[in-house]
Nanobody, 119 residues
Framework: QVQLVESGGGLVQAGGSLRLSCTASGSIFSSNMGWYRQAPGKQRELVALITMLGGTNYADSVKGRYTISRDNAKNTVYLQMNSLNPEDTGVYSC??????????????WGQGTQVTVSS
């Protein structure tokens, strides 16, 4: 069973930055990787995606402020978050969507890390 572990969340003032990390127990080489956010009282939403080929996609609310990247050698995906505002508050979770290999077609989730932005 693939396990994903997020880290890097915390409390930050508006205008500040955080860098989240998500490390998988297995290879992410053949996977699309995404960061999702669930704000209090809201549904979980995709904020950033990086494909296995390195293409990226962002939610409109975070474009120009967030950057997703991956290090396949470390089985890790990152989310650099700048110019944070209170609306960015939520639980950030990592999702692995396996495209090829023994787990092709399967998705795995991490437990999430809390990000709180104070005004």
């Amino acid at each position: 069973q693939v396990q994903l572990v997020e880290s890097g969340g915390g409390l930050v003032q508006a205008g500040g930055s955080l860098r989240l990390s998500c490390t998988a127990s297995g290879s992410i080489f053949s996977s699309n990787m995404g960061w999702y956010r669930q704000a209090p009282g809201k549904q979980r939403e995709l904020v950033a995606l990086i494909t296995m080929l390195g293409g990226t996609n962002y939610a409109d609310s975070v474009k120009g402020r967030y950057t997703i990247s991956r290090d396949n050698a470390k089985n890790t995906v990152y989310l650099q978050m700048n110019s944070l505002n209170p609306e960015d508050t939520g639980v950030y979770s990592c999702k692995q969507e396996t495209i090829h290999g023994v787990n092709a077609g399967r998705s795995f989730w991490g437990q999430g890390t809390q990000v709180t932005v104070s005004s």
